[in-house]
């Protein structure tokens, strides 16, 4: 049976609910993590606890509990639920109010954790890699809400995501008003050019991906060059690989853009490489569900 925390409480599914008058639901006053466990150690936990504070502070919203016991809040989701792979979604947000918009009116932060074993995509896409379209919505405003917070407000990501269906495609790669490459609908966006690995530079407005950080490392220990730069939809087409990463998706090739096929349209050999390592590390690291 699986459990839910929600507020310090551990319900079975169907009782673990949050309020209509959540500001969550109402406005998506609220801000998430996409954590992942392998072989029962939870990656890079501290990283995505840091940033899940530094999003809650950025929106005024307090966390009342403390970072260590946000971390057992997670290990304890997994062992309830006898996890040992899992993909956690935590979630606060800003709790129940009134219908205004004040957060003052909202007295408890609402804390949700949900541990659950998903893969984004069905296995064929993780072989054969992605089909991508470019997507005219503009998600990463910068000038309204930083786009390195892991906000619940996820509707800008939701029309990109919506415009690559429309497309036929999996994924979505949004742009920045300049016209520079920023990120896929939930996760990072890599290239590979002659040997040199390029990914969108944070000033292009992206949220750093603990992913992204843990493929750069990666890329770099390799031996390969890394260059953290503005990047074109001509450098898309023309590139020899594509990839994105997150949490949920991990990393996928992307092998065909706007209708043109990236390198030979089939996932090269140094994101297979990465893939390869990123597979090693996360199974070498983590915070232990089980002591
Ligand atoms: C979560 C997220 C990512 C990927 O970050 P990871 O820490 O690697 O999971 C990228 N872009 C957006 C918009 C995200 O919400």
Redesign the pocket.
Known sequence: MTVVYVNGEFLPKEEAKVSVFDHGFLYGDGVFE?IRAYAGRIFRLEEHIDRLYDSAKAIWLDIPISKKEMMEVCAETCRRNQLKDAYIRLVVSRGVGDLGLDPRNCKKTTIVCIADQIALYPEEFYKKGLKAATAATRKNYGEVLPPQV?TCNYLP?IMAKIESVVAGAQECFCMSREGYLT?GS???VFLVKKGVVKTPHPATG??I????NAIIELAKKLGYPVEETFLTRYDVYTADEAFV????AEMVAVVEVDGRKIGDGKPGPVTEKLREEFRKLVLSEGYPIYK
């Open positions: 996409g892991k990501n990120e939930g996760d990072n992206i949220l991906g603990v992913t992204r990463t997150g949490t949920a």
